[in-house]
């Protein structure tokens, strides 16, 4: 393709990421114009997919987080307007973006999950706070985590450290999704492992630890000056190939395409656990796939933008 590539991104919508989808979108834009695409950002409103028709773009690059940006919703419907998109199947979306399921499937190969139950809103009304509270405080050991179903950027997020605090977390968690998922919480450290196709298939960028003073929360995301990143991770190289490895292969076994992040903690004996895979990652200012891209492309001697190019020219073609 001899001329630039034009890129639709979708920013914003209307889930409860929206304002992080929006600063993602403006990023990217701002980035893909400055290496020479014609980028179109748009909203996911009641004109996007008159939009679509009249730019009739190469290619589309939804970066809309949470729900319907990650969950299958959005997908099937780029599906339908016959454009090539920067992400995975309406599918492979759908068991990615579900915590209880992509825990599951990652389990199957070999992959340490933290133990974990769901409870949907419904059936813990039905059966009453008490009695599923108190059960809960007897099988787990504190302190635990309450987190949404689906979703990202830590929103519904709550570490639980005792009994007590149990209700609130879980009014918050279904604030944002009607299934709450209750892990043991795993001490380590934090780590993100973004994949990105490079020369046709999905390769592990760069580990990225993140250090916080407190939990890796909202604030401590995309707040500048909250959190310390060290891409490559502060890891022995035979670890950190070992934990990249283990990113590609959670990636292949989600079926997801083109694109994503899985998250760990790496436990004090050196043990990966798999806490979560985005579909759709962030590109904001402190995001951690922008970290590791831009690590990448220092160790290839190319501008970060390159990696973005080529993976959208890969895109264009499908």
Not at 88 to 98: F, Q, V
Not at 185 to 194: D, M, P, Q
């Amino acid at each position: 393709m001899t001329d630039p590539i034009t890129v639709a991104i979708l920013a914003g919508g209307l889930t409860h990421e929206r304002e992080v989808s929006l600063h993602s979108g403006r990023r990217m834009a701002t980035l893909l114009r400055e290496a020479g695409m014609q980028v179109k950002l748009l909203d996911v409103d009641a004109s996007l997919l008159l939009h679509i028709k009249a730019m009739s773009p190469d290619v589309i690059w939804p970066l809309i987080h949470g729900s319907t940006g990650e969950d299958g919703s959005l997908q099937d419907l780029l599906s339908l307007t016959g454009v090539p998109y920067v992400g995975s199947s309406p599918s492979a979306s759908r068991l990615a973006s579900d915590k209880a399921v992509a825990s599951a499937l990652v389990s199957r190969i070999g992959v340490s999950v933290p133990r974990s139950m769901s409870i949907p809103s419904a059936l813990f009304r039905e059966i009453g706070v008490a009695p599923v509270l108190e059960l809960i405080s007897a099988n787990y050991s504190f302190p635990l985590v309450v987190k949404p179903g689906s979703g990202g950027s830590a929103l519904g997020v709550t570490i639980v450290h005792s009994a007590a605090d149990l209700p609130r977390a879980m009014v918050d968690c279904y604030a944002y999704s009607d299934h709450a998922r209750i892990e043991s919480y795993v001490e380590g450290r934090e780590l993100a492992v973004s994949i990105m196709n490079i020369d046709g298939e999905p390769y592990a960028l760069p580990p990225v630890e993140i250090a916080t003073d407190g939990p890796y929360d909202y604030d401590a995301r995309y707040n500048a000056g909250r959190s310390e990143y060290f891409v490559p991770a502060r890891l022995p190289d035979e670890q950190l190939e070992a934990v990249r490895e283990i990113a590609v292969r959670c990636h292949r076994e989600l079926g997801l395409s083109y694109i994503s992040r899985v998250d760990f903690i790496i436990r004090d004996d050196g043990e990966p656990v798999f806490i979560d895979i985005n579909v759709a990652p962030g590109t904001t200012e402190t995001s951690l796939l922008p970290q590791a891209v831009t690590a990448e492309a220092a160790s290839r001697g190319v501008e970060p933008a390159q990696l973005y190019l080529d993976l959208l020219a890969e895109v264009a073609k499908k």
